[in-house]
Nanobody, 122 residues
Framework: HLVESGGGLVQAGGSLGLSCTAS????????MGWFRQAPGKEREFVAH????????YYEDSVKGRFTISRNNAKNTLYLQMDSLKPEDTAVYYC?????????????????WGQGTQVTVSS
C-alpha cells in the first residue's frame, strides 16, 4: 500500500517535494519509480531508484531538476522537484517493482499509489 503526499500549486521556477510512504516493511525489497500523467496524455516515466538507493535513473526532461531518493528505515520514497516548469503539471504516482534493473514501463511495476496533483503556474 503506497500513499503519496506533497503535491500542490507552485509557480514556475519553484520547488516542490513529494513523498511516498509504504505500509509494508518489505519496502526495502522493492525498486521504486515515479510516474506522471498530464490531462489528455499517457502516463510517463519520471525516475527510478534501486532498492538500495545506489542506482538512480531519470527521464531526460527532468534530469538536473528532479532528485529521487529513499529512506528505507522510514519506508519512504521522495521526489525533490526544482526549477519546475508548467509542463511538469500532472498527477504524480509512485510505484514499486521487484524486477531487477531500471524499469521505465509502468507495466513492470506491481504496486501503485493513488497519485498526487502537481500544478505549476506560468
Amino acid at each position: 500500500h503506497l500513499v503519496e503526499s506533497g503535491g500542490g500549486l507552485v509557480q514556475a521556477g519553484g520547488s516542490l517535494g513529494l513523498s511516498c510512504t509504504a505500509s509494508e516493511r518489505a519496502f526495502i525489497n522493492y525498486a521504486m519509480g515515479w510516474f506522471r500523467q498530464a490531462p489528455g496524455k499517457e502516463r510517463e516515466f519520471v525516475a527510478h531508484i534501486s532498492w538500495s538507493g545506489s542506482m538512480k535513473y531519470y527521464e531526460d526532461s527532468v534530469k538536473g531538476r528532479f532528485t529521487i531518493s529513499r529512506n528505507n528505515a522510514k519506508n519512504t520514497l521522495y521526489l525533490q522537484m526544482d526549477s519546475l516548469k508548467p509542463e511538469d503539471t500532472a498527477v504524480y504516482y509512485c510505484a514499486a517493482t521487484l524486477r531487477i534493473g531500471v524499469q521505465q514501463s509502468g507495466k513492470e511495476y506491481d504496486y501503485w499509489g493513488q497519485g498526487t496533483q502537481v500544478t505549476v503556474s506560468s
